[in-house]
């Protein structure tokens, strides 16, 4: 793939992202019913999610509060006084044909959050990027398309509600990306911090997490802004970095062919790895928004908002920068321990057990991740306690055990948990037999009697029974003896 | 006869709950084909819940305080089980699988449904005539409309077909009819009474309200149906006061404000007008002041109301696409084609047009200038109100400009039809609440209605005045004879 700013070094790109999180209430934003997914079409359903006449919205306070901490993480104003509108356009997914959004008065607006963007072979660098506003929204239903995989081709489509009415966070960037990295670095550090917050599982597979990106070009920062193209479709933050370096290079050709970019809406292409489009987009279309009459104003007391956010944890960001001051860990390990809320929760037990920060972050982002991929699991309830870990990195400091016994018996640690001290007693592992932990032990000892060693180099054979005495002395009789005598003998004779 | 009257035959024994809605259902037998007031008939329904209530009250149970009386519902309430049609071709179909929480309210105090009556097509008209389902008479002279949008309510209670009915009032859709037919009609204070399962018009002024014989009997079925519900979020949490608590208190010394503007009207009968000073100063005779007040925006409401309405009515009725219920166009292969041709066939001309004023008050480019202007003078007519009740206790002044116009008469002419809602609209604006009751009868016969305003959330007082007007007036007693009209 061709990179903008190697190839066009005076073009550059302009991309905005709508990120539509659902928030992970157990009921739905203006009732009762579940939220679950995944199951029987229209099991979670009741007389307001299917719009039937006569039924009102009454808002759930924990999207209410939801939204707020989410807000608050993106260091948005929270509104004193919101509302909700009624965006209006007829689709079969929609009940009621109207959608019950935020207009002119969102829930918050005006933040930021700061984007660590790290990319193979470049400078890491930090950016902020602004965003423009947070709104609350109910989601729409699904339709499914029968007698074909799409609706091109189908003989009739079905429509499941389970999905309508699911509380959505709807998040405007500001047109601060200038990259695709820039681009799936910003969603994915919005999932992260959603994430941290226990509002959404961000989960883009089962669309709890979509991005939609506006995207154009222009020839350097004081051009105008060139035709804004939307595309949607992408369900993963490389996705998402793909389309937009695709599409990115599809303007510029046209720009610079004496092509015409077209204001619309193009869709992301997995399988062949392009944007194609899906829709115009000139005059756009007239939602006629306005104040939902059956909802009363929003309104968030200084109290409940103090409250709520005297709640937050520390976040993703915030971490990574007391990682790297408070324990020296580089931007790297400081990245990869704080991406996960779980990991970076156990990481931090497990240096307040004592271990030091360095070789808990070896251990945690090296074996004990690895072990946890496979087995297609997190930190949340795993087995193994940080406590247990911070004996074990303290065992192989204290040259009980070598780093080579500590991985191997970190498999069954991992599935189980318990103290490895009582693991190794257990084992027998406790005796020591790594050459590697021997070797420097021996060379310590015969650096202390100089003496016998002379005396064993003139002939006195039988100093070698003094020699593995005092290594024993000094490892509660935990060194292999025969490993010792051989290395001893090697040591002394040669 | 009234609430507290069959109450009392009730629970001497001197009526079956039974009998009493045998009876009812006789008269709806004999006079309903005529009038068509009633769109379905709970017969069957409405007998074994009145036999189940005699074996609890002879077998000593205490019942609930309107145990066995019949009542009518405007068939844009949902009623779990039973169809509710809104008088449109568009939910001919429709069965709620859930009860409104008025209706609930009403069956849990004892009430037993008798029927749901015609309407104008969701609640769009003054006159019952947009219904689908046939225009509804008016029992004091068939040739005339019963008024609207609750006309089959009304005309139910007018002609004794039940002994109270439910109504919904948008812009006077209860006051006005019930001023037609000439019986009590009450709106509450907007949040007074849930909204749920009410089908929407325009949900900023919807509001559920009883019609009855008297004023007592109208206390007593807001008193039911009145109170918070969390399932609409636009109900108020506010207790509940004894409505009829204030009824044998005196009212001299209150102020009744007679609103200028009202009695300016171009287009005011002068029989009403006559008549309804006539009841301003029988009042006074019960020691209240009279103050003349000025609304400045008072008859601007009209026009207000016709950019609200509609706007809200637009979304609301947005739902009736063809897809999930009502009747669906099946000659269409495109869905944009379905939605609109299933709408063009099942909604009315009546709503069609609200619908299309609505959604063009909304569009881009005309919001500013239309609705968000509509919303600014709404405003300001709250703030009329807001002086007036500085000076005065209750607002009086004619229901409805006219008496009950003849069927047809404002069919090439909705504009001419808007204005029957002129003197009722304002008080919806501004969520008041308001009654009509019966202040006399014009040369032919037909009753006049007078509306007193009240306060924000002051029901008690509203009544209390209307209840000691109507005792003093013997309006009622003195009636003309109809042929649909109980002896």
């Not at chain 1, 719009?51 to 939204?67: F, I, S």
Request: glycine letters at 8%.
């Amino acid at each position: 793939m061709l990179q903008m700013s190697e190839t066009n070094p005076n073009w550059e790109a302009v991309i905005g992202l709508e990120t539509h999180v659902q928030l992970g209430t157990d009921s739905k934003i203006f009732t009762s019913a579940s939220t679950s997914f995944g199951d029987e079409p229209n099991t979670h359903i009741d007389p307001v999610v299917c719009g039937l006449p006569g039924t009102l919205p009454v808002l759930n306070k924990k999207v209410l509060e939801y939204a707020v901490k989410a807000s608050m993480a993106l260091n948005l104003t929270v509104a004193e006084h919101s509302k909700f509108d009624r965006k209006q356009y007829f689709y079969p997914d929609l009940p009621k044909n109207y959608q019950i959004s935020q207009f002119d008065e969102p829930i918050a607006e005006n933040g930021w959050i700061e984007v660590e963007v790290a990319e193979k072979g470049k400078e890491t660098y930090i950016k902020k990027i602004g965003i423009e506003r947070l709104h609350m929204e109910e989601d729409a239903g699904k339709l499914v398309h029968a007698g074909s995989d799409r609706l091109a081709g189908s003989t009739h489509s079905l429509v499941d509600f389970n999905r309508a009415g699911v509380a959505l966070a709807e998040i405007v960037s500001k047109p601060d990306l200038r990259t695709g990295r820039e681009a799936a670095e910003y969603a994915s550090e919005i999932r992260r911090i959603m994430r941290y917050l226990g509002v959404s599982d961000g989960n883009m597979q089962e669309g709890s997490l979509r991005c939609d990106v506006n995207i154009s070009v222009r020839r350097g920062p004081d051009a105008p802004f060139g035709t804004k193209v939307e595309i949607k479709n992408m369900n993963s933050f490389s996705a998402i970095q793909k389309a937009c370096d695709y599409e990115i290079n599809r303007q510029i050709k046209a720009y610079e062919t004496g092509l015409v970019v077209k204001q619309e809406t193009r869709l992301w292409d997995e399988g062949k790895q392009l944007t194609k489009s899906m829709r115009s987009k000139e005059g756009s279309s007239d939602y006629r928004y306005f104040p939902d009459p059956d909802l009363g104003p929003i309104e968030v007391k200084i109290d409940l908002r103090e409250k709520w956010r005297s709640e937050l944890p520390e976040l993703p960001a915030a971490k990574r920068h007391r990682y790297a001051e408070e324990y020296g860990l580089s931007a790297y390990d400081s990245r990869v321990l704080t991406d996960e809320y779980s990991m970076a929760k156990y990481f931090e037990a497990v240096v307040l057990a004592g271990a030091d920060p360095k070789s808990a972050s070896n251990w945690i982002t090296g074996d004990i991740s690895a072990f946890l991929k496979v087995k297609k699991q997190d930190f949340t309830n795993f087995p193994f306690l940080p406590e247990e870990l911070a004996e074990m990195i303290q065992l192989i400091n204290d040259g009980k055990i070598s780093g080579k016994i500590a991985k191997e018996i970190l498999p069954e640690l991992s599935e189980k948990g318990g103290s490895p001290q009582k693991m190794i007693n257990e084992k027998g592992l406790g005796m020591i037999t790594d050459i590697d932990v021997i070797s420097p032990m021996i060379d310590e000892l015969l650096g202390t009697f100089p003496k016998e060693v002379s005396a064993f180099r003139d002939g006195k054979n039988k100093l070698l029974g003094f020699f593995i005495g005092q290594l024993m002395k000094k490892t509660d009789g935990k060194v292999d003896p025969k490993l010792a005598n051989q290395i001893l003998n090697q040591k002394l004779r040669g | 006869m009234s609430i507290s009257e069959w109450r009392k035959k009730l629970v001497l024994g001197e009526v079956s709950s039974l009998e009493l809605v045998e009876e009812y259902l006789l008269r709806i037998k004999s006079v309903d084909q005529k009038l068509n007031s009633f769109l379905f008939v709970n017969e069957e329904k409405a007998k074994a819940r009145a036999k189940q209530i005699d074996e609890e009250r002879s077998a000593g149970k205490s019942l609930p305080p309107l145990a066995g009386i019949p009542i009518a519902i405007k068939d844009n309430l949902c009623t779990k089980g039973i169809k509710t049609t809104c008088s449109s071709n568009m939910l001919s179909n429709f069965v709620s699988p859930y009860e409104s929480t008025v209706t609930q309210r009403l069956w849990d105090a004892g009430a037993l449904l008798v029927g749901k009556t015609n309407l104008d097509e969701f609640a769009m008209g003054s006159s019952t005539e947009t219904s689908a389902f046939g225009t509804t008479l008016n029992p004091w002279d068939i040739e005339r409309v019963p008024g609207g949008s609750s006309g089959g309510s009304a005309a139910a209670v007018a002609a004794g077909l039940c002994v109270a009915s439910l109504g919904s009032d948008t812009g006077g859709s209860i006051r006005q009819p019930a001023s037609f037919c000439g019986v009590v009609g009450l709106k509450p204070t907007y949040g007074r009474v849930s909204r749920w399962g009410l089908v929407a018009f325009a949900s900023s002024l919807d509001q559920v309200g009883p019609f009855a014989r008297s004023v007592a009997d109208a206390a007593d079925v807001l008193q039911v149906i009145a109170g918070n519900d969390t399932k609409d979020s636009t109900c108020l949490d506010l207790p509940v006061p004894n409505f009829a608590g204030s009824f044998e208190k005196p009212i001299r010394g209150l102020k009744v404000g007679l609103i200028k503007e009202c009695f300016d009207q171009e287009g005011l009968d002068q029989e009403v007008k006559k008549s309804v000073l006539r009841a301003a100063h029988q009042l006074e005779e019960l020691g209240v002041e009279l103050i003349e007040v000025s609304c400045p925006r008072f008859n601007d409401g009209i026009a207000t109301y016709y950019v609200i309405a509609p706007s809200e009515a637009s979304a609301n009725l947005a739902r009736y696409d063809g897809v999930k219920y009502g009747s669906r166009s099946e000659e269409e292969d495109n869905l944009v084609a379905m939605t609109s041709s299933t709408r063009a066939m099942s909604f009315g001309q009546e709503v069609q047009r609200r619908i299309l004023i609505g959604t063009y008050a909304l569009s881009a480019g005309y919001f500013d200038a239309y609705y968000k202007k509509a919303q600014q003078v709404r405003t300001l007519i709250c703030r009329d109100f807001e002086n007036a009740f500085k000076k005065v206790d209750v607002l009086l002044t004619p229901t409805s400009p006219t008496t009950a116009f003849k069927a047809g008469a404002h069919e090439n002419n909705p504009l001419s039809m808007y204005l029957s809602d002129l003197l009722t609209i304002p008080a919806n604006l501004a969520g008041l609440p308001a009654i009509s009751l019966p202040c006399g009868f014009d040369h032919s016969e037909l009753p006049i209605g007078l509306q007193l305003i009240g306060n924000v959330l002051e029901e008690e007082r509203l009544l209390q005045v209307a209840h000691q007007y109507e005792q003093i007036s013997n309006v009622m007693k003195n009636r003309p004879k109809g042929d649909f009209i109980p002896g």
